[in-house]
Every structure is written in C-alpha cells, then in structure tokens.
C-alpha cells in the first residue's frame, strides 16, 4: 500500500523522489535488497533442512526486521513526523534483537573459532606427516 502510495506522490510533484529524498530512496533500496535475500535466504534453510533450523529462524527474524524498517523509511518519504516516530521505533526493536541474539551469535562465533583451531591442528600434523614420509623416502634409496 504505501508502494502504491510513493507511485501517487511521484505522480503529484514536479520532481523526483530521487531529487528530494535521493538518501531515503537510496537507504530503501538497499533494505529492500537485504530484505528479499533473507526473507528468501531464511525459507530456503527452513525447507532444505541445509544447516539447522536455528538459522533458518534467525535470518526470518532479519527479514522482518529489514521488512519493518523498509516500512519506516517509506513512512519517512510520505509524511516525515510519522516516519521519524516509525524509525525511533524501529531502533528500539533494533537493539531488542541485538540483545537477544547476542548468545546466539557468540555461540555460532565459538564453535567457527574451535572448527578454525581444528583445522589448523589437521593442517600442522598432515605438514609434519608429510615431512617425515619424504625424509623416510629420501633414505631408502641411500646405500647405508
């Protein structure tokens, strides 16, 4: 609806959004990207069973949040004081999902920390394996 309402307001100046809100359209445009990537992003785990369903529910909860601040700033362009209200809103909602989550980013970022620690260990021991093969190879042709 206020798609349909940006197309009226277009139609009603002289110039363009672009012209007058070049920012907020531009802001827009690049949440409503965000916003389809992981609307789309998010249903697809959900369905493929890929990774987890946890991630497939924490990238749905960053399509609404992209979706409701598509809303706000198109609130921005039509009537301001409503858009702003929209957005003070929006930031509170923001650092509510920040806070909640928090454990849920830091647990993803300790198991990628320990799956990084492992596979710098396998990488040392197959360097050191394959060290002593070439050195055990080297010496069997020798004539001792």
Not at 27 to 37: K, M, P
Not at 121 to 139: G, H, P, Q, V, W
């Amino acid at each position: 609806m206020l798609g349909v309402l940006l197309q009226l307001k277009q139609g009603a100046g002289t110039k363009s959004l672009f012209d007058t809100d070049y920012q907020t359209i531009v802001i827009l445009i690049v949440v409503l990207i965000v916003y389809n990537g992981s609307l789309i992003g998010g249903t697809y785990i959900r369905h493929a069973h890929l990774i987890n369903s946890d991630l497939g529910k924490f990238m749905s909860k960053i399509s609404l949040l992209f979706g409701a601040l598509a809303l706000g700033l198109e609130l921005v362009i039509l009537v301001p004081a409503l858009g702003v209200a929209a957005l003070l809103f929006w930031l509170i909602w923001f650092v509510g999902f920040v806070v909640y989550s928090y454990p849920y980013v830091e647990t993803l970022f300790t198991k990628a920390v320990g799956a990084f620690e492992k596979l710098k260990e396998y990488l040392k021991n197959m360097i050191i394996a394959c060290c002593f093969t070439m050195n055990s190879e080297d010496r069997t042709g020798l004539p001792s």
